[in-house]
Every structure is written in C-alpha cells, then in structure tokens.
C-alpha cells in the first residue's frame, strides 16, 4: 500500500512523476541510455534545463516581463548568502518569521547592516508580524513566504518601492499571487517541484549588477545568467524532475488549479483541528499555512493511541518539529485530497475511542 506521505520535505510527488523519473533512470528519451550518465552538454539534457526553465516562468506568469530562471544548487540555505552578496551594498530590510528567516538574517549580517522590521520570535513565531514599516533606503526587503516549522504563511504581502526578495521554498506554485511584485524568489525544490538537490531562482535582471563588491563566480547570478543555467554540471537528475512535476502541474491546470485543492485539503484538517476536542493548533488562526498545519494534543496520554492509530493507517512523516512538537501535516502539491481524508477519519477515530 502506498503511504499518505504528510513529510515536510523531502516529500510527496506526482505518482506519474516518479514513474516516468525511474523510466528515464534505466532508459532516457530512448537513447539506451541513463539520464544520470550522459553529458549535461546533450542536446537531451540542454532541453530538459530549458524545458524547466521555461515551465517554471510560464506557471509564475513571468513570461516576457524581465525575469530569468535559473536551477542552482546549495538549497535556500546558499540563497541567504548569494542573495546579499548580490544586492546588498549597505543595508538591508529582514521580516523573522521563523528558522529560516533567521538563518538568512545570520548569512546577510556578514555583508552589510540588517534592520529586523519585525520579527515573532516573542511568541516561538506562531503568528505573521503586521503593521511594519520597511526603510525606503534599504537595498532590498526580504520575507519568508511560507514557515514549514511552525505551520505560518503569509497572506498579504507589504508594498514597497524597494525590490523585494522572498524565501518561497515551502509553498512555491501553491496558490495564486502577482509574482511580478517579487524581484528575487528562490526555492529548494524538494518541497513542491522534486527531490533534494538543485534550488530554483527567479531574479529580475534589472536588479543585478548594482553593487560595488567582487562577487566570486559561483556566487554572482549573472554568471548563471550568461551561461544558461550551465556554468557548472548541474544537478541532472532533480531538474529533471522538477521538470516532470511543473510539467504535470501545467497539465492539472496550473497554480489556480492546484490552488483549489490544496485549500480544499487544508480546510479538511483545519476544520477538524478546531472540532476535535482533543486537538488544538499551533499558528495563529489568521496566518495558518496551506501547506504545514501544525497542531497538538490537548492531552499527551493520547500520544501512544494515537501515534499507533496513523501509522497504522499507512499515514507517514506528521511528527512536529523538535522546536514545536506535537505533529505537523505537511500537504504540498502532490499530496492528495484522500490523505487528507485519512488523517482526518484517524483524528475522529482517537476521538472515539478516548470517549
């Protein structure tokens, strides 16, 4: 039986996905051939990088309007560096709305001064900081769009007249937004888009260039930029991936599609986080996120009940966060309305038997 996989990422893809994925393992576009061992320089490959790039702008409605796509490596975690070692000259604007944030908070001090607008640290971030001002002589703003950790997610972002840059690693393609009003986005893409290993990029040319520093190659997006992607071997076989998915995502009908569903799954657990007496939830209501629903028991003598009780509906990956605990049901893309349904009718069935 295949597993309701809830993991917070690496996580669930596309059955199809990863039928097509194994095939091209063992046998690639018929060539008789492994897609991990001919040259990132075949014509096979090259299309394959361009392909992805070129799904990954339309499903963001980019198209045509000043962007490039690029499939790097070194997770988000390289982005907080590479980010301000391309934008920052002196200062720069940081939302903390979590781990990450403050990780990319970490990386960026090394280069210039960082004004922290806000932060929710106050309360272990379970809620999304409002009312903020942002420095209009900041070189950027920079926001994490979704907290896989502690179940927040932005819903309304702030207007500035200085680039924004954003964190969207967790929740990328999952519901509709004006992308246009970013002019950075980067994403690991083991969340929504494929297996571990390369990180998309979508950066507004015309935001590049402006600071003063030497920026080493590997670091600096216009090298990228130039080289299509291929400065170096990139990782092949999750940006082959990653194409499939967009590919597949493209084909449900695109991000007001997926949308559509991932509300749907999210409305399932929510509702029954807030019905189940024996449940309560983490994040504040207003800033819940659609892709991480993080919650608790309201008495931890159920935990053996109800640990035995999931596993055994073949539900994998919902144990929380170290930092939070209790269990977190992570419903990115992938995820389907029926294991939403499971989790729900095991939360019931705890219910029934603690009553």
Not at 289 to 307: G, P, Q, V, W
Request: hydrophobic share 40%.
């Amino acid at each position: 039986m295949k597993k309701h996989n809830f993991s917070a990422g690496p996580c669930v893809l596309p059955q199809e996905v990863m039928k097509k994925a194994s095939e091209a393992i063992i046998n690639f576009n018929g060539l008789d051939l492994s897609l991990i061992e001919i040259s990132h320089r075949s014509k096979d490959v090259v299309e394959v990088m361009e392909t992805a790039r070129s799904l990954a702008l339309e499903l963001l409605g980019l198209e045509g309007k000043g962007y490039k796509a690029l499939f790097l490596q070194g997770g988000a975690s390289l982005e907080f560096l590479m980010a301000a070692y391309n934008l920052l000259e002196k200062k720069a604007a940081y939302l903390n709305t979590g781990t990450w944030s403050s990780k990319a908070i970490k990386e960026a001090k090394m280069l210039g001064e960082i004004v922290e607008v806000a932060s929710s640290k106050d309360a272990n971030f379970n809620y999304i900081p409002k009312g903020y001002s942002i420095p209009e002589d900041a070189d950027y703003f920079h926001c994490t769009s979704n907290n896989t950790i502690f179940g927040t997610q932005i819903k309304d972002f702030p207007k500035t007249n200085i680039p924004m840059v954003c964190d969207m690693s967790s929740d990328i393609f999952s519901r509709q937004l004006d992308f246009s009003n970013f002019d950075l986005i980067y994403a690991g893409a083991q969340k929504n888009m494929g297996p571990a290993g390369t990180t998309l990029v979508v950066v507004k040319e015309d935001i590049l260039g402006k600071v003063s520093r030497p920026i080493p190659s590997m670091l600096d997006y216009r090298t990228h930029i130039d080289k299509d992607s291929m400065f170096n071997t990139p990782p092949v076989f999750a940006i082959y991936v990653s194409m499939l998915t967009l590919q597949w995502l493209k084909d449900l009908g695109g991000i007001p599609a997926i949308e559509k569903i991932n509300e749907q799954k999210a409305s399932l657990v929510y509702t029954e986080v807030d019905r189940n007496p024996l449940f309560k939830g983490f994040a504040a209501v207003e800033d819940r996120s659609s892709m991480n629903a993080t919650f608790n028991l309201t008495d931890e003598s159920h935990k053996e009940t109800f640990d035995a009780l999931w596993k055994e509906a073949g539900i994998n990956g919902l144990n929380g966060h170290r930092s939070v605990g209790g269990y977190r049901a992570s419903m990115y893309n992938a995820l389907s309305v029926e294991s939403a349904q499971v989790l729900v009718d095991v939360m019931q069935e705890l219910e029934r038997k603690a009553g």
